[in-house]
């Protein structure tokens, strides 16, 4: 992560997503709706490509959960 978002912990990030009214999760599935992932994103990303979820990168995730933190 960048910005504000650098600073928080992973338990943290999980309670933004919460408060932005999303769920958090360590798998990538059908019922995921969005991935935030990095330039070296492995596995979950090359599965969330798969399944068609959208692949987000931490500078826009932060854009959307900003309003939130």
């Given at each position: 992560?960048?910005?504000?978002?650098?600073?928080?912990?992973?338990?943290?990030?999980?309670?933004?997503i919460e408060?932005?009214?999303?769920?958090?999760?360590?798998?990538?599935?059908k019922k995921?709706?969005?991935?935030?992932?990095?330039?070296?994103?492995?596995?979950?990303?090359?599965?969330?490509?798969?399944?068609?979820?959208?692949?987000?990168?931490?500078?826009?995730?932060?854009?959307?959960?900003?309003?939130?933190?």
């Amino acid at each position: 992560m960048s910005g504000a978002l650098e600073a928080l912990t992973r338990n943290q990030m999980n309670e933004l997503i919460e408060r932005a009214g999303g769920k958090s999760s360590s798998s990538v599935s059908k019922k995921t709706s969005l991935l935030v992932a990095g330039e070296n994103a492995g596995s979950k990303r090359a599965k969330a490509d798969t399944l068609g979820v959208r692949i987000v990168g931490p500078e826009e995730f932060a854009g959307l959960v900003g309003p939130f933190i």
